[in-house]
């Protein structure tokens, strides 16, 4: 169907015509014996204290949620420094994405991104009907930041940096990114989409909040689904300039972020340490397997968050089956690589116990050396 059958076909706008629909995580069936390891979720059941606080609340849902979520601005402000009226909320940070994508480009403008990223980011843009202009990552799969910059154009809007990366897990390094920074033109927005930045743990690990006093342009994206396991609740947030901030908010879905998701973000926020000891243990979890993997002789991009990326090539799609038969679901990108998420032991041995099989059936796309 060419995209204007489509449009007279469904009364919808031709853009959507070339926008492939989200394909969530593959989901547990009830009783199964499979470990979800496709979607980057924390493996851990909410805090008591949290599930205390979504209790309180539960006599109130007959009333909206409080737009500027008081208490949590209190608590994100005090945390980063940062003036309240620079906070932006969001159902989850997608939907921030969404606002950054709607507030800065209209119909054929240009938002500048890394390639392969966040499987959202070419749907979102799409969708707004602005123009995706996907920047190749390098032969190790990290941001190519000089071509990025390379790719602006009179038509660019906005730059998207996912940094620790989806699906790869790997990183920008500091003086690469403040290089970055200095040379984009400051009419630009830069989106620092940090949602698994809690996970890296290398020696110079990314603070974005850090810089948005030195790069007027640059705004952070922040969400509670990943390092906090608050998934199914929906709630992100931006940092960024106030008189953008202002504008993110007339695109953003009124009442958009629950009562109960303000109530477990900001007791979240309280129970730091406890949440800290939970990253702990999936950083653990991601070295054991790792030094494992290395051991087996697989040489993998260098992840800092809590999944690996498997660039397997043509041999994706059967090391997905191999793996569902070791009974782990993760995120396949045919006839590119895998995706899986460090969650718990046990689907941790399986993944590995899975990778054995892949090595002994050839089925690991060039990356194990023996
Ligand atoms: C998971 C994820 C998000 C945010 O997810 P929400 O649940 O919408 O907060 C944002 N960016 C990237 C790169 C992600 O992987």
């Not at 006599?59 to 008081?70: C, E, I, V």
């Amino acid at each position: 169907m060419s995209t204007t059958e489509h449009a007279l076909n469904q009364g919808t706008r031709a853009a959507l015509a070339a926008v492939a629909s989200y394909k969530q995580g593959r989901t547990l069936e009830p009783g199964a014996d499979v470990v979800k390891l496709s979607s980057n979720e924390l493996p851990f059941a909410p805090l008591p204290s949290v599930r205390a606080a979504i209790e309180a609340g539960l006599d109130r849902l007959n009333r909206y949620p409080l737009t500027a979520a008081p208490e949590l601005t209190t608590a994100l402000a005090a945390r980063f420094q940062v003036d309240p009226e620079r906070i932006v909320y969001g159902a989850g940070s997608v939907e921030i994405v969404s606002q950054f994508i709607r507030a800065t480009c209209a119909e054929g403008d240009e938002v500048i991104y890394a390639w392969r990223s966040f499987e959202a980011y070419p749907m979102l843009v799409r969708t707004a009907g602005a123009a995706p202009v996907e920047v190749a990552l390098t032969a190790d799969h990290r941001h190519d930041l000089p071509a990025m910059l390379e790719a602006i154009t009179e038509r660019t809007r906005l730059i998207i940096v996912c940094n620790p990366n989806n699906p790869t897990g790997t990183t920008v390094a500091q003086e690469d990114l403040e290089a970055f920074l200095a040379a984009v033109p400051a009419s630009i927005p830069v989106l620092l989409d940090e949602a698994y930045h809690q996970f890296d743990d290398g020696l110079a690990p990314i603070v974005g909040a850090g810089l948005l006093e030195r790069f007027p342009q640059l705004s952070i994206a922040h969400t509670f689904s990943k390092a906090y396991g608050l998934a199914g609740l929906r709630v992100g947030y931006a940092i960024a300039p106030a008189a953008l901030a202002a504008d993110l908010r007339k695109v953003s879905v009124p009442f958009g972020v629950t009562d109960l998701a303000q109530r477990a973000a900001v007791t979240s926020l309280g129970a730091q340490a406890e949440l800290d000891e939970r990253v702990a243990s999936v950083l653990a979890e991601r070295h054991r397997v790792v030094s494992t993997l290395e051991t087996a002789g697989w040489s993998l991009p260098e992840t800092r968050a809590n999944f690996l990326w498997l660039p397997l090539g043509a041999d994706t799609e059967d090391a997905v089956a191999v793996l569902e038969r070791h009974g782990i679901l993760v995120r396949p990108f045919p006839g590119e690589g895998l995706r899986v998420t460090i969650a718990e032991v046990e689907g941790n041995d399986r993944l590995l116990a899975g990778a054995a099989e892949l090595v002994e059936l050839g089925l690991t796309g060039g990356l194990v050396q023996r």
